[in-house]
Structure formats: C-alpha cells, structure tokens
C-alpha cells in the first residue's frame, strides 16, 4: 500500500485505502452502537429490575442495518468492477512480452525477440522499460507458484501446464521487490526477485548487452566451471550448455543470487559456493566439493560474466 | 409451569450470581426418575464407558477432545509465532515450520472448530427440544468415535517428522508424490476421508432429529436459532464433505495407484483439485460459524433479558448464508487466472453475503439495546462476538473486492481475517457458551471474577496478535512464510503479534483453570442458574440421564418465559404430559408441525461404534503404511461390525402409533 511504481498498483492503491477507510468507520460506527447498547441496557436493568420483558421497536435496527449496509455494499462492489477492469487489462497494447516460468525455487526469465537470435534469458531479475507496458506469459515447471511485485500490480498464478497472461508497467523507475505468493514448499519463503525499470534507451542497452554471448576465457575459474558447473548452467558463448539451473550468461548484472537469498558481491558468491544447502536448504543446487581455491577462482570468475 | 423469579440486580447493574435454588420446572418424581434412571443409564464399568450412546456424555467427550485439539494446535502456533516474531530466526526449519502450520489449520479447522459445535450441538438439541436423545444414539457415538480415531490417525503423524507439510489446503502439485515423496500427504489424504465420514453420520444424525425427535409443540417456527444453524451447517455439511473425501481419495489414488487427475502430464488438472477443495471449503466456514452464531443468538437474549430481536430473519438470515455460501468459492481462486468475467459473479456474491451478517449483527446489537443487559462473563464474550465479526466480515468484504484481493490474497491480511472470523465467531462464542452452559452440564457455576479476567487477556491478547496482521498483509508480507529479511519492515509488528500471541494464551490457560476450580468446587448452580427460556434450563443441572421424565407439550418459543412474556393465552405444559417408561423410549413427531407420532423404541449401550471404529483405524493405517494385509484385516472387521450392527432384531414389540390429536 505504499510508494507504488505503476498506475495499475496506483489504482488499486486507491480502492485499498478506500476499502480500508469503509472498514475503519463500520467497525468504528459498530464498536459505538454496541457502546450505547450496552450502556442503554444496563441503564434499564438498574431501573426496571432484570425481569423478563417484551419490547418493540428492536426490529427497525435490522431493517435501518440491512438497509444501510446493502447501497454502500452495491456501491463497493460497482467500484470493485470499474477498477477490475482497469487492472485487468493493459491501457496500451503492450510491445514486448516475457515469458516467466517459476521453478521450485527460483525464476526463469526470457524476454521474446522477433528472431530466435534476439531471445535473452536471465534469473531472478526482470529488467523493465519505464513506461510501456509488458506483457507476461507465466507458467510454472513444477507446482504452482504466484508472481507477484507487491508495488507495480497484481498477483497471478503460475500453474503447471497453463500459461496465465497478465501485465505490468512501471511508470517510476525503480528496484521493486518480487515474491512468490503462492505456498509453493520448503523454500516458498525465499523465492524473491528483483525487478529493475529504467529508461527506455536504458532498457534497450540493457538488452543489446544482454544479447551478447561471452568470450570464452582462460584461467582457474572458468576451468572449474566448465568441470563442475556447467552441467546444470549455460554461460553462452562458452561450453557450459546445462538447462537445469539457471542461465548464467550475464550473472554479474544480476543484483540477487539464489532468488533474493543473498546480494551478488564476492562475499555473497563464496557462501553460497561454500554453504548452498545450508545457505537455503532444498534448493535444486547440490554443494558442490571445491577446494577453498577453487571456490575462490569460481567466484571470480562467475563476477566477471558482465 | 415455569416461575422464574427476577433476580435482584447486584450493585451497578452487575449479575451478582445464581437465583436462589428452586425446584426444576420439569419434575422428575422419585418413584418415576428411579425406574427411568434404570433404564437409560449406562452399564457399569468398562462396557458402559465404551458403549454409551448418551448424547450428553457423547457430547462432553466431543468438546473435551476438540478443546484437547485446540490446545495441540495453539501451542503449534505459538512454536510458530518465537520463530516469526524476529527476522532471520532459526528456532525452526523450513521443514518444521511447514509441518506446524500445515498441522495447525487441519487441527484448527477439521479438529477443534466443527468437532466441538458438535459436541455443544449434541449436548443440547435433545435438551432443547425437549427430547430423550439424537435420532440414531448408535450412530451418534460412531460419529465420536471415528473423529477422535481420525484425530489420532492424523497426529500419529507427527512425533514421526511425517505430518502433513502441504498446507489445510494441500494444493496439488505441491502435494503430488513427485514433489512431496514422503507419507506426509497421505496422512492428510486419508485422514480427511476417515474424518469425513464421522462428520457425515453426524450431519445425517442431527438432520433427522430435527425432523423426528422434538418436543410436542416444537414446531419449526419455535426452535432455538442454535438448532437452525447446526441444522444449515449439517445440510451444507452433506454437499460440502463429498467433494473434499473425493478430492483426497483422487490425490491418494493418484499418489498411490498411478491414476492421472491431476497430473499434467497424463491429461489431469491441477487446479480440479482448488474447485473441489474451495467447493467443500467454503461452505465448511460457514459450517463452522453458523453454529456458534446460533449460541449468540440464543444466549445473548438470556443475558439481555427479553427475546432475541428478529427471529425469523435471523433464521432465515442463517439459512440464506448457507445457500450463498455454496456460490462463493472461486473467491478463493481469484489469482489463477481464470476469466474475469467469471470471477466478477463470485466477487458480487461474496459481497452480497455480508447482507444475512449484517442481519444477526443488528438483530444482537438490538437485542443488547432494548434489553435489561446483565454484565455477565457470557455477555461479555457474546458482545466481543458481535465486534470481532464484524472486524472479520469487513475485511471479509475487502477480500470479496476482486480488484483489491489480487494484493490481499496469500498474504497476512487473509490470515488476520480468517482469524477474526474463526476465532471472533467460533471460539469467543464457544468460550461464552461454556460459561453460559457449563452450570448446566456440571451443576456448577464457574466463577465471574476470574471470568473477568479470562475475557480481558483473551480479547486484549487476540486483537493485539491479529489487528496487526491486517497492516502486515497491506504492506506486502505473504502467508506461509517461515522467515522473512530484516530489512522488509516487518520486524516490529510480528513481534507484537508474537506477544498479543502469548497473552492470549494465557486467557485460553485461566480459562482451563476457571473450569477446573468451577467442577470442583464451584457454587451450585440450581436448574435455572441464569432465567433462561428454552427447555434445557426446566431440568436439574446436571440433566439425569433420561433428560426429561416427562415429555413436554410446547405451546410458544419461550416455554419458560411465557408468564412473563405474556404473548397470548397459551401454555407448554412441562411437568404433565408423555412419561413412556414403559422401555428405553422416546416420542417421535410429525417433521413440520411436531405433533406426536410415534413412539420410538431407542437402542441401549452398544461397543459396536467403537469396535467398528477401531476396524476403521485398523484399515486406514494399513491403507497408509501400504499394507495389504492389515487393510483387508481391518477392512473385514469394520465389515464384520456392521453385520452385527444390522443384523436383523426380533419384532419389535411395542412400536405402537400415538394420536393425540385426532
């Protein structure tokens, strides 16, 4: 409910508050009501003794209750439609689509080009253009998880063999915290990511870069990568080609490792090579056994995929 | 006849205690009481403790083992509230954390909150419709029994690191075998078909005794509103209970036995298993409400001394939340993208639910208002009822905004209001009802000074672990989470929720504590310790184990207020009428009007329902752990069971036809 980065978050900013506001007063009207009841009744009781007796007149209560209750409920529900719809559905035919398929527990992103040559996949970090809208294909690889960026929009579902569309526009350029909102197992709680919007010219340098394969390198780290890593990861251009985990072609522009656990900084990626099942216990990832040296040149070299 | 003396008003308007003793209204004559004892009473012993179909032991046992449950799955949740109360904590692993929470909603919600409306339900419909016993007392103990086996099935569990870790809710495919290997799943799969079946004897119990075992006189239009609720709840529980037995046995077979319904990959649909959940789940919370709404009804009105406001609209109320409540279920699926257009209809039904609330919230605040308000304990705890549910029926309303529920839904604010909801209407209402109706059960008055301070730490410590849930759940923090980042601005607020947690723990601990000192030592409690005007308050506290020597004859909807009523010429008559004591038998009347039908010949103590339950236990843990052997074993023995049960009786000799009134 605070400090919203899209009109479509703005809106139902608006309706929550408003909501909200209803709630307070009801409960607020309803605690007072029930105040003067009881402070009437006990009034009553000391000067008419607690004898049984017939009263009228109680019926009208229902009757003004009811009566009031039913146009502000029909006038909630109106708002409800009219904001529904605005949510619902984009107010600009949206340019670009990126397909988001959850695994148990982390994010797969991969933004459509025109040619197969212009796709880009990354983990955990959607990178948005300000101001236009994007179109979301999500699914999900295992169970059912739910996207959901708390300030630019609503929640939707990712279900398993069912592709949920939705969109999202970021008006403010900004870092908005992602989560998964649907219980999804053990690590349900740390399944975050990052969504960065910057400027259109931003965006599309963002893009460009992340278009381009690595050069494949020499050295320590990229040796023990190749060996240990790359059954699972794919850094393009090179030789790691895995599919099980994520892509990590440009894993250092990434501002996360492992779904928000930890920051991306040297310290970050040597305990997670160092503790990944202790780090975050379930995931996918097994420890890997390296040497301290190793671990060391990984990091490196995993820092360096710019 | 009924003469209620008005009791003198203590100092400020406060109840000072119990009127003096007077003799019950429904006289039970020595000569007359002695034969009938002999006759209801259970065998001595062993065989009678497991073979009773008392409905008034069946029904402590019901709330004795649901209270059990309910302190199970409070200390599960205060585990959970040291864990949340800081950021980053490890008291718990992800596992742990999963297990207790998944264990507390199946303890809360099929364990504590429908178990114990059936125990009260069952303790006092016969006294309040003025009747010898339920419908079918053997199958009214199968009922019991099957639920506390289904109990112990589904904590067996849990010493064994294999509680259910899937959530109440155990969405599949989280829960398929591919992603949840362990037994866990299927101790919830079949734990839930096991307990299905004790709830649907049940609800076909209660069913047929509202139809067939009433006081002459007790027609439809005069039954207490307790009757009306359990009465929706058990229908709704007849439609409700189907779909969620299905929906396991489908996910057990599917984990068990290769079958595909919710599998992709061979053509099934995960979300079949969120319809048939929600199908069932929904009207279960309405199930779990509308009983305890109907104690408020009917017990508030004693405190507030004069008939509850709106009867029939607030039965009718009850009912038609019932009915709407089978057409809200998608609220609970409106993230999974299904078409909007669909979605809007269930977002406008679940506003327009809030129109029956509405009704019994004004309808009590009246009743308050144009009353003489005794400040008792119950009154207390009825009146916080009516606050807390309109709490949780405001953000109920905000939850039914389609929009607006793509934020709240999964997160804390769902949690703060299905707690006010559960909480607010079942518990606070179940809490005021013991006191209201515990002198009752033990003859016993349970005592107000310490009641005050019960009420106090419940209600401070609930609205202070709860109302901040709402904020959290605003500002973006998700359910079933077992940490979250210091740096999320959750920490202050989660860890006052932790402390409203234990607070109110320590009311549900007094509260034990007042129940203790009241059944040893607390004052006597007379037949009428409150002036009360249904017929359960005619005879001695506690109840002789035939309920009411003699049969009453109903005349209004207050039989024990009508002298002071004074709303026409008729009568009840309670101490002259039916005496049948010729055998174990009680009066069966025409289903509308309650005019005397029948005499019926009732069944005496019986181990089958606890044979046939054991068999039931025998088999569902052979299913469980795989075993052929044992599931056919018991299997058999359950079947042996029912043969015995149905075998055919010899005539029986006295089924004679009354008619009174022709």
């Given at each position: 409910m605070t400090g919203t980065g899209g009109h479509a978050a703005d809106r139902l900013?608006?309706?929550?508050?408003?909501?909200?506001?209803?709630?307070?007063?009801?409960?607020?009207?309803?605690?007072?009501?029930?105040?003067?009841?009881?402070a009437r009744g006990r009034r009553r009781l000391a000067a008419e003794g607690d004898g049984v007796g017939r009263d009228f007149g109680g019926l009208?209560?229902?009757?003004?209750?009811?009566g009031l209750s039913f146009p502000v409920l029909i006038a909630l529900a109106v708002w409800t439609f009219i904001v529904t719809r605005a949510v619902a559905n984009p107010p600009s035919p949206t340019a670009l689509t990126v397909e988001i398929t959850a695994h148990r527990w982390w994010w797969e992103i991969r933004y459509r080009g025109e040619r197969a040559a212009d796709e880009i996949v990354t983990a955990n970090h959607l990178v948005l253009p300000v101001g236009i809208p994007v179109r979301l294909l999500l699914t999900s690889d295992d169970v059912i998880h739910d996207f959901w960026v708390p300030k630019l929009g609503p929640k939707m579902d990712m279900i398993p063999g069912k592709s949920n569309a939705t969109w999202l526009e970021a008006d403010r350029p900004g870092l908005y915290r992602g989560q998964c909102a649907e219980y999804c197992g053990l690590e349900h709680a740390r399944m975050?990511?990052?969504?960065?919007?910057?400027?259109?010219?931003?965006?599309?340098?963002?893009?460009?870069?992340?278009?381009?394969?690595?050069?494949?390198?020499?050295?320590?780290?990229?040796?023990?990568?190749?060996?240990?890593?790359?059954?699972?990861?794919?850094?393009?251009?090179?030789?790691?080609?895995?599919?099980?985990?994520?892509?990590?072609?440009?894993f250092a522009s990434r501002p996360t490792i492992a779904a928000g656990v930890l920051p991306n900084t040297v310290s970050g990626r040597l305990e997670w090579l160092g503790d990944t099942q202790g780090v975050k216990p379930g995931a996918a990832m097994p420890q890997v056994p390296l040497d301290e040296a190793d671990r060391g040149a990984v990091a490196q070299y995993i820092g360096s995929l710019r | 006849m009924s003469a209620i003396a008005d009791a003198a008003p203590g100092q400020g308007g406060r109840w000072t205690g119990p009127l003096d003793p007077k003799p019950p209204a429904s006289p039970n004559p020595a000569e007359v009481a002695e034969r009938l004892e002999n006759i209801w009473g259970d065998a001595p012993g062993l065989r009678g403790w497991f073979g009773t179909v008392d409905h008034k032991t069946i029904g402590v046992r019901y709330m004795i083992t649901s209270f059990v449950f309910l302190i199970l799955g409070g200390l599960e949740a205060l585990v959970m509230r040291i864990q949340l109360a800081q950021p980053n904590a490890t008291t718990l692993s992800p596992e742990q954390y999963n297990q207790l929470f998944s264990l507390h909603g199946v303890t809360m919600i099929f364990l504590y909150a429908m178990p114990v409306l059936s125990g009260f339900s069952n303790y006092l419909w016969p006294l309040m419709l003025g009747s010898r016993d339920m419908a079918f007392p053997r199958l009214n103990a199968l009922s019991y029994w099957l639920f506390l086996a289904a109990g112990i099935f589904l904590y067996a569990s849990f010493p064994l690191g294999a509680a259910p870790d899937g959530g109440w809710f155990g969405y599949v495919p989280n829960t398929a075998r591919e992603y949840s290997p362990g037994p866990n799943i299927d101790v919830y799969c079949l734990g839930l078909i096991f307990l299905g079946i004790s709830t649907t004897v049940g609800a076909a119990n209660f069913v047929v005794t509202l139809l067939r075992m009433r006081a002459p006189g007790m027609s439809v239009n005069r039954l207490p509103i307790i009757i009306w609720g359990t009465l929706t709840a058990s229908v709704a529980n007849l439609f409700a209970v189907p779909a969620v037995s299905l929906a396991c046995l489908m996910l057990w077979l599917d984990r068990n036995h290769g079958t595909h319904f919710y599998d992709i990959a061979g053509g099934g649909q995960p979300l079949l298993w969120q319809h048939l959940f929600w199908l069932f789940g929904h009207p279960w919370v309405y199930a779990i409400v509308l009983p305890a709404m109907g104690m408020v009804s009917d017990a508030l009105p004693v405190h507030c001394r004069r008939p509850l406001v709106g009867y029939t609209l607030v039965a009718t109320a009850t009912v038609a939340t019932m009915v709407v409540g089978f057409g809200v279920w998608l609220h609970h699926m409106f993230a999974t993208g299904l078409p909007v257009l669909a979605l809007s209809f269930f977002s406008a039904a679940s506003f327009v639910i809030a129109i029956p609330s509405a009704v019994s919230v004004f309808s009590w605040i009246a009743t308050i208002y144009t009353g003489r308000v005794r400040l008792t304990v119950p009154f207390l705890f009825?009146?916080?009822?009516?606050?807390?549910?309109?709490?949780?029926?405001?953000?109920?309303?905000?939850?039914?905004?389609?929009?607006f529920d793509w934020q709240l839904t999964d997160t804390y604010f769902i949690v703060a209001h299905l707690h006010y909801v559960l909480i607010g209407i079942n518990l606070f209402a179940v809490v005021g009802a013991i006191y209201h109706w515990l002198p009752k059960m033990s003859g016993r008055m349970m005592d107000e000074r310490l009641g005050r301070w019960v009420f106090g730490f419940m209600f401070i410590g609930f609205n202070l672990a709860f109302l901040p849930m709402h904020w959290l759940g605003l500002i973006g923090m998700p359910r079933r989470v077992w940490t979250y980042g210091a740096d999320m601005g959750f920490s202050a607020t989660n860890l006052v929720v932790s402390i409203g947690a234990f607070v109110f723990a320590t009311g549900i601990l007094l509260f034990l504590v007042n129940i203790a000192t009241a059944l040893r030592s607390g004052r006597p409690a007379g037949?009428?310790?409150?002036?009360?005007?249904?017929?359960?308050?005619?005879?001695?506290?506690?109840?002789?184990?035939?309920?009411?020597?003699?049969?009453?004859?109903?005349?209004?909807?207050?039989?024990?207020?009508?002298?002071?009523?004074?709303?026409?010429?008729?009568?009840?008559?309670?101490?002259?009428?039916f005496l049948l004591d010729n055998g174990k038998e009680t009066l069966g009347v025409t289903p509308l009007d309650g005019e005397p039908d029948v005499i019926l010949k009732m069944p005496g103590d019986s181990l089958l329902p606890f044979a046939f339950s054991v068999a039931a236990l025998v088999l569902f843990g052979g299913l469980l752990v795989g075993s052929a052997w044992i599931a056919v074993i018991g299997g058999a023995a359950a079947i042996i069971a029912l043969v015995v049960w149905f075998r055919p009786h010899p005539t029986p000799e006295a089924c004679e036809k009354v008619r009174i009134y022709d």
């Open positions: 900013r608006e309706i929550g508050w408003g909501l909200s506001a209803v709630s307070v007063i009801v409960v607020v009207l309803i605690a007072g009501l029930i105040g003067l009841a009881i009208s209560w229902i009757y003004w209750g009811v975050a990511f990052t969504v960065t919007a910057v400027p259109v010219n931003d965006f599309r340098r963002w893009r460009r870069e992340q278009l381009q394969p690595q050069v494949p390198r020499v050295g320590r780290g990229a040796a023990v990568f190749t060996s240990a890593c790359s059954a699972c990861h794919t850094v393009r251009g090179t030789g790691a080609a895995g599919i099980l985990g994520p892509d990590l072609t440009h | 009825f009146t916080s009822v009516i606050l807390l549910f309109v709490i949780g029926g405001v953000s109920g309303v905000m939850t039914a905004s389609l929009a037949p009428d310790p409150w002036g009360g005007p249904t017929l359960e308050w005619a005879i001695p506290s506690p109840p002789p184990v035939y309920n009411f020597a003699i049969i009453p004859l109903v005349a209004t909807r207050h039989p024990l207020w009508e002298d002071q009523l004074d709303e026409g010429s008729e009568r009840s008559q309670l101490a002259s009428g």
